[in-house]
């Protein structure tokens, strides 16, 4: 099965909240975890990562945390706005005969309501 | 420029046809990964290659054929294909894989349709 999953399909929420996406994973040997966001008729975009001696990480509008005791990833946009509605992957970077290969998760559709 | 292009943007195809789809990056990388995506399930990672060799090949049908011409071009080629292989076809590139900070870059993919 997929190692990497997330808990909710899909999250509404009101321009200007705070919004958690969440992310479960099961390989503890990962190194890294990147969150993307797909828009529809693109590509996945780079988020933001995180590496796995870490358990914070912030960028612009966007935290990133990591629990590595109960294998559980976040995302956090804060004061969230139409432009963020997409849908955010997590993936994990697993090494793969000699190379890292990012495994991507399930995915969760943000809506954003103006 | 940071940009990996993909074309065509879409393409319609029988099951006898033979076509090819195309992406290209001039970031300098030297991973490039075509991945599937079907609607409203993640990516799922085709083919690999680096320093222009397929060093991941994820027991991909021999219908779809990768090839990498020089360190910028990334080629799918297509034959025979069947309707369930209809589904957005993604190029990324990445600058390689043996760390495990690898962003990689996508492109906005091709929509094929087989019919």
């Known amino acids: 099965g997929e190692s990497v999953g997330l808990h909710l399909p899909t999250l509404s929420v009101q321009e200007g909240d705070n919004s958690i996406i969440n992310c479960a994973y099961s390989?503890?040997?990962?190194?890294?975890f990147i969150w993307y966001k797909q828009e529809s008729g693109k590509g996945p975009q780079f988020i933001i990562d995180?590496?796995?001696?870490?358990d914070k990480r912030q960028g612009q509008r966007v935290t990133v945390l990591l629990n590595k005791t109960v294998k559980h990833l976040s995302l956090q946009i804060a004061a969230t706005q139409p432009g963020d509605s997409a849908v955010y992957f997590c993936?994990?970077?697993?090494?793969?005969?000699?190379?890292?290969?990012?495994?991507f998760g399930r995915g969760t559709s943000l809506i954003v309501h103006p | 420029d940071t940009e990996v292009t993909q074309t065509p943007k879409h393409l319609v195809m029988g099951m006898t046809n033979k076509k090819s789809l195309k992406c290209e990056q001039h970031?300098?990388?030297?991973?490039m990964y075509w991945y599937k995506q079907k609607a409203k399930k993640p990516p799922e990672l085709m083919f690999v290659?680096?320093?222009?060799?397929?060093?991941i090949n994820e027991s991909v049908p021999s219908r779809f054929s990768p090839e990498c011409p020089n360190s910028s071009l990334l080629n799918l080629h297509l034959h025979a294909l069947q309707p369930e292989d209809s589904a957005l076809y993604l190029c990324?590139?990445?600058?390689?894989?043996?760390?495990?900070?690898?962003?990689?870059?996508f492109g906005p993919g091709t929509r094929l349709t087989v019919l």
């Open positions: 970031m300098g990388h030297r991973a």
């Open positions: 390989n503890s040997a990962s190194d890294y």
């Open positions: 290659y680096s320093y222009e060799k397929l060093s």
């Open positions: 993936a994990e970077n697993l090494r793969t005969g000699g190379s890292y290969i990012p495994t």
């Open positions: 995180i590496r796995s001696n870490m």
């Open positions: 990324a590139s990445s600058q390689g894989t043996a760390s495990g900070r690898n962003e990689q870059f």
